[in-house]
């Protein structure tokens, strides 16, 4: 293959693609309105294979291509080539769960057609796959699909150092930096609650156009950065306090829900700390895990209801798995 070496190098269909889903530690919300975000990629990929075919489909189904928003919106972007395509997919993360599985699939999709036409630089292929989950979203930040495109633990609008690239909406630029891993294992529990993440940011769009809105943002914005500290210094006690203040600030924006607070109870005794993660309204929490008593604390979840694992990060972003299909 040849192409760019920070990127995806140049190949023809048939192509199979794999980017991993993403949790956010700090700022999620906050970070669509330019506050600091830290998010990691998951162990959890969508896997994605693409061939050339009489007429397009995803997974079997014709209409896709005009039904399902993040393909549409792939195609409209990224495919101006007039060839219909096969694309068969398979998730390993939850759907609407605040994992990331739409960033996970805009990503794989985007490196598959991106590699078809020539490959792109991975810097490029950060602002393509945020162009096309805004574009089938309407709202959001870079966060979810840099995570997936970069690997490994990012920061957003922090910082001034080891700048990956930056991503912009025409109106608003995020940067995207590159965050040293603590080497800690996080537990995430899904509700099985699916959620809109679009109507959620909007819900949040409306808390903080209130009058103490700004105030509640800048106070996003320090827990934001004390965690970010805490992370980077491997600071697991500064962690575990910041993550409970996100907590409470993402309550007080109104996304939690009471099946996240029953998750966060039922984690307590194994924990050093639990917040909701993504856009909330149902969706996934993360909880730190008292270290040794992360299978404890994956047991009192799943005891709880939720549908609970391990995750480290991955540390690839977006890729070609090989040609074929
Ligand atoms: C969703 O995973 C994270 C939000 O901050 C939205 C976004 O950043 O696009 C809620």
Same mark, same amino acid.
Not at 22 to 48: R, W
Not at 51 to 77: F, I, K, W
Not at 191 to 204: N, Q
């Given at each position: ?12 269909? /048939?192509?199979?693609?794999? %980017?991993?889903?993403? @949790? ?5 919300? &906050? ?20 061939? =050339? ?24 972007? @990224?495919?101006?080539?007039?060839? =219909?395509?096969?694309?068969? &997919? *398979?998730?390993?993360? =939850? !759907?609407? %769960? ?5 960033? #996970?699939?805009?990503? #794989?999709?985007?490196? $598959? ?9 991975? +810097? ?11 574009? %089938? ?11 997936? *495109? ?9 910082? +001034? ?5 930056? $991503? ?7 940067? $995207?930096?590159?965050? +040293? ?21 909007? &819900? $949040? ?18 827990? %934001? ?16 306090? #910041? ?31 639990? !917040? ?12 730190? /895990?008292?270290?040794? !008593?992360?299978?404890? @604390? ?23 798995? +090989?040609?074929?299909?």
């Amino acid at each position: 293959m040849s192409g760019p070496s920070d990127g995806i190098a140049a190949h023809p269909l /048939p192509l199979s693609a794999r %980017a991993p889903g993403k @949790c956010i530690l700090f700022g999620e919300h &906050a970070v669509v309105h330019g506050a600091p975000e830290l998010l990691f990629a998951i162990d959890l990929d969508t896997q994605m294979s693409v061939r =050339p075919a009489e007429s397009s489909s995803l997974n079997g189904d014709p209409a896709a291509a005009v039904t399902h928003p993040y393909l549409r919106a792939a195609l409209e972007r @990224c495919w101006t080539a007039d060839v =219909p395509l096969h694309v068969r &997919a *398979v998730s390993r993360i =939850p !759907k609407a %769960a605040g994992l990331g599985s739409s960033a #996970a699939f805009v990503a #794989a999709l985007g490196a $598959v057609l991106a590699a078809a036409r020539g490959g792109i630089a991975r +810097s490029e292929l950060a602002q393509r796959s945020f162009d096309v989950e805004r574009g %089938a979203q309407g709202v959001g930040s870079p966060g979810d699909t840099s995570a997936s *495109v970069a690997g490994g633990y990012i920061t957003i609008n922090s910082g +001034s150092a080891d700048l990956l690239w930056e $991503v912009s909406d025409g109106l608003q630029r995020w940067a $995207v930096r590159r965050a +040293s891993d603590p080497g800690w294992t996080w537990v995430i529990a899904y509700s099985g609650i699916p959620r809109s993440t679009a109507d959620a940011v909007r &819900a $949040v769009g409306t808390r903080l156009a209130q009058a103490d809105g700004p105030e509640l943002l800048e106070k996003f914005r320090r827990v %934001a950065e004390a965690g970010i500290r805490a992370v980077a210094s491997e600071d697991r006690i500064g962690t575990a306090t #910041a993550m409970n203040e996100n907590h409470e600030l993402l309550v007080e924006a109104g996304v939690s829900h009471p099946r996240l607070e029953e998750l966060i109870r039922a984690a307590a005794p194994a924990a050093l700390a639990s !917040k909701l993660t993504g856009a909330g309204a149902g969706g996934s929490i993360v909880t730190m /895990p008292v270290p040794g !008593k992360e299978a404890e @604390c994956v047991r009192r979840l799943a005891r709880a209801g939720g549908l609970a694992f391990a995750v480290r990060p991955a540390r690839h972003g977006a890729g070609l798995l +090989s040609s074929g299909g």
